[in-house]
């Protein structure tokens, strides 16, 4: 598995988790990178990404002002801090690398995670 998603858990709503996603192959630090989520039933969507360099960052609606999205090339790594849960953010989360530098979407993807469960209650 060249990307290792981890940091997801079972929390109550209000709290915060940081989710990592290692990049075990070293080869997307020229690449953006991005995290989207899965809930039961519903399409995978975009959640933020992130472009090469950490200079450009964009997320979906449902998560801005609550999600960040970083990144240390250094250690091949990038992260998604999430605070203010709601039981909506309840999904398999994954990471993916996008075939460019810049933006990331779920038609760029090159490689994606294997996914982190993510459990809000209420």
């Known amino acids: 598995v060249q990307l290792q998603a981890s940091g997801g858990g079972l929390v109550q709503a209000g709290a915060s988790l940081r989710l990592s996603c290692v990049d075990s192959?070293?080869?997307?630090?020229?690449?953006?990178v991005g995290w989207f989520r899965q809930a039961p039933g519903k399409e995978r969507e975009f959640v933020a990404g992130?472009?090469?360099?950490?200079?450009?960052?964009n997320y979906g609606n449902s998560v801005k002002g609550r999600f960040t999205i970083s990144r240390d090339n250094a250690k091949n790594t990038v992260y998604l801090q999430m605070n203010s849960l709601k039981p909506e953010d309840t999904a398999v989360y994954y990471c993916?690398?996008?075939?460019?530098?810049?933006?990331?979407?779920?038609?760029?993807?090159?490689?994606w995670g294997q996914g982190t469960q993510v459990t809000v209650s209420s």
């Open positions: 993916a690398s996008a075939v460019g530098p810049v933006r990331v979407a779920i038609g760029q993807v090159r490689y």
């Open positions: 192959r070293r080869t997307f630090t020229s690449n953006a």
């Open positions: 992130i472009s090469w360099n950490g200079g450009n960052t």
